[in-house]
């Protein structure tokens, strides 16, 4: 029979013969020294070798100007995750133009989505880069198309989807009071979002949702309301326990326990 333990391993070394492995500590710049393991021991065998744990993984859906950003940004200060928003990512493109820039912005502006090649390399490379191992990736996957190459390219799945279920009209409000100066925040872009959001989103959502792994917040309400529904989804998990920071803003700030990584 095989038995799962955990242990701490100061000193673990890779598995060369271990793909997922390799990939996870390459991919997420995983310190091997400082990391959590489970070692599956096989009385028969003998300890086979330890496998990494994967990083905190949240996706953030939800129609444009659902509340997305405005969430994760109080997701971050209470639990410290590390916030990547795709649109962003894209934007960044535009900014510095790169080889992609001109074909992101005529995309963004007529409301389409991105391929998902594109967006997931930029995903990829922020994952790389960084020393976090908690993750909330907000407004991707936006089509099965992305979560279908985030899986290719990354080999990994969320532990988290949230959605943000917002309707319509509120959603036009919020996005032409946005006023951060976006080109697709205008009435004929937005209604082209709405429907590409309804045609390519619902299935990811449907997709989760049959997995067990989708949170459906409702939107409406104060930026507070809707965080009050948000906090216990991450309260309830032990990784993120380790590392949640005392926000002094929020309702339940002191109960919260003090960052100590
Ligand atoms: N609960 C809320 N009630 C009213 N306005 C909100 C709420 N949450 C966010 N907003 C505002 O709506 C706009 C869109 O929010 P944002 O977080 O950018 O949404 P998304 O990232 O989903 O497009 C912003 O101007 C934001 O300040
Ligand atoms: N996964 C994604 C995310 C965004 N994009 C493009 C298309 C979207 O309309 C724009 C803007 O996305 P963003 O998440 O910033 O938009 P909202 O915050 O929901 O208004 O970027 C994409 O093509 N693929
Ligand atoms: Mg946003």
């Known amino acids: 029979m095989w038995r799962r333990v955990a242990l701490f391993s100061p000193m673990m070394k890779k598995s060369s013969s271990s793909r997922s492995l390799t990939l996870n500590q390459k991919g997420f710049g995983l310190k091997v020294g400082e990391s ?11 300890v086979s070798p330890p496998k990494e744990k994967a990083p905190f993984i949240t996706f953030v859906l939800g129609g444009p100007g659902s509340g997305k950003g405005t969430q994760c940004e109080r997701i971050v200060e209470t639990f410290g995750l590390t916030h990547l928003s795709a649109g962003d990512l894209l934007r960044r493109e535009i900014a510095f133009n790169t080889k992609n820039g001109a074909m992101i912005l005529n995309l963004i502006k007529e409301g389409k989505i991105v391929p998902s090649e594109v967006t997931v390399k930029l995903i990829q490379k922020e994952l790389e880069s960084s020393d976090s191992r908690k993750f909330l990736i907000d407004g991707f996957p936006r089509t099965e198309e992305n979560r279908v190459a985030f899986e290719r390219i990354i080999r990994a799945d969320p532990d988290v989807v949230l959605f943000f279920d917002c309707p319509e009209e509120e959603m036009v ?9 976006r080109v697709d925040d205008n009435i004929t872009t937005m209604k082209k979002r709405l429907k590409i959001f309804e045609a390519l989103n619902r299935p990811v959502i449907d997709y989760y949702e049959n997995k067990g792994k989708l949170y459906t917040i409702n939107a409406v309400g104060t930026v507070d309301d809707i965080f009050q529904q948000v906090l216990p989804i991450f309260s309830s998990f032990e990784q993120l326990k380790e590392c949640r920071h005392v926000n002094p803003k929020s309702p339940l700030g002191s109960s919260l326990v003090e960052n100590s990584s």
Do not use: H
């Open 173 to 181: 409000k919020r996005v032409l009071n946005r006023n951060q100066g």
């Open 36 to 46: 959590f393991a489970t070692e599956i021991i096989n009385p028969e065998e003998g």
